[in-house]
């Protein structure tokens, strides 16, 4: 009996120490992982919000995922001569990072994030309408950051099974071609397209979420990069239809470019950041650097502003921009509004302007020579060392919030992805490589041009495809979308690294001069047309063939063996293989 008491206390001792250890093994609720997290519709919501913070990082949309393909197109170029100025000329050896890594890194960040949420959100009981708009938004985000990676890098790993990432047999995943890239996006958005709601019928809900509107704008876009003409115009018809919600140009250019003005009725996705002075005071550069305090605006204006107003001064708009503008006046006379909002230059008329009803401006036209809350009485410059002329778009030159500039992510204005002139300008694209120049296109094209009082286009003055296209890609859209993101992947699906006619077009386009200086040997803002005798250079003609897009990082091909060079790594002509499946519209002159 003894012996049993001794054995019953034993076990009950055992007991109580296995009790207390189980007492003890409890998850940490401030430390959770994919593993336990996931898995209520609350918690996926929550993984949705932070795949959208994913494109407001460094190398998406906060920074340098947005300026590089401006930057690698005709309308901007490097002014400070130093950051970017590989991708300005085309030709990065493919080790530095801000271009060859960052947009990378955080664009699979985005990619990661959004499979998380495919991989959980079958296996979590909601209703149908819940788990649409889950599953659309991160179908929909998924093909976003997908999109720029192919445009940027041509040949990229296609991942979309988030186990892939803890099998180490798939972890180091190999290059898939461009075309398995985008019959991928063309398959998230079209899902995306069915399952999320229209800014409509999303209401407050919408406001800066996807929508079936956005999604089918980018499936538009996606399309017609492959050249898919007859696909893309279908979609864009039945989003000028309201289809996929209601979308109008807004009657002021400029409401695209505020702050008080954001996610508007043009607007088919914007990234969203919060308002200036709203955030913390952390600045989230990457991935790794969360702060619940960061300060959750933007660099674009630290690159784009003039370095003699406060910037780094990094980037300029291209004198051809510039006298692109000043080439067309509204049907009073005046500048075309569109210059004031995407250029910061000096304009004598503007001091005319000021509160006038104008014919783009009928209740009071707001332009002026007040930039930064300072009145200027000549250009300021982009660099202080180099010149150019200053960018206003995504920046507060021309909204006077403040008076001086804060450097890094700190302005508030949310980048408007996609616009629906953009849908009409595309509409009108297709229209013309479908059925050839028609009044149908012309039309299109009218509406957007209406919008800042520019006479209407005559069919008569387009006696072929090639003249209309013409009008379209080196007038109407880079007036419209100047110094927007887009432009350089435009270049690339239109071929014009691929024909000699066309490069030497580019070449003019980029033309820019340095150190301009006046008679008192200051340096000056040159808005002079440049030719090849008057430029120190142009952006294009250090072009090495390939590097239209930007080569993936020699760290990322040694970490990984499966991976191989792009076409800009291994500077290989892609021009062949384009010709061969793909018209280029030969240069002609518009009259």
Known sequence: ???????????????SLTACEDELDVVNPNNQTTYDFGDSESELEEAIIACYNRIRLEGTFARVGY????????EVWNSSQQWYLEYDNLNSPGTIEIGDLWPWRDLYHVVNRTNFVLSKVDGVNMSEESYNQIAGQALFLRALAYYHLATYYQTVPLITDYAAYSDINTMYASNNTQDEVFDQIETDLSKAMQMLPSRDEGGEWAQGRATCGAAAGYMARALMFRHKYEEAYTILKDIIAGKYGHYELMDDYGDNFREDTENNAESLFEVQFMDYGTGGTDEEWTPVNISPEATQGHAIESNYASQQLGSW????????????????????????????WTLVTYEEEYNTYTDQNTAAYPNGDPRNNIVYQQEITETPLSNSSQGGISIA?????????YKS??????CGINLRLMRYSDVLLRAAECENEINGPNQTAIDYINQVRRRVALPDLELEDFPTADHLFEQIANVER????????????????WGFFYDEGRMNQLIKHGYYKLAPKN???EIIVNTEELTAETASASSFQYYYKGHEYLPIYQSTLNANPNLEGNSANKNEDNGPAFREEWNIHPVVELE
């Open 393 to 401: 778009k995504w920046t507060n030159a021309r909204t006077n919030l």
């Open 478 to 493: 880079p007036k419209e979308f100047g110094c927007e993101n887009g432009r350089g992947i435009d270049l690339i699906r």
């Open 67 to 74: 300026t590089l393909d401006a930057v690698r197109a005709d």
């Open 519 to 521: 008679e008192e040997d």
């Open 405 to 410: 500039i804060t450097n890094g992510l700190h």
């Open 1 to 15: 009996m003894k012996n049993l008491n001794i054995f019953l206390i034993i076990l009950a001792l055992i007991g």
């Open 313 to 340: 001064g990094d980037l300029a708009g291209s004198v051809w921009l510039y006298n692109l503008f000043k080439k067309e006046t509204s049907t009073d006379g005046r500048l075309d509004p569109r210059l004031y």
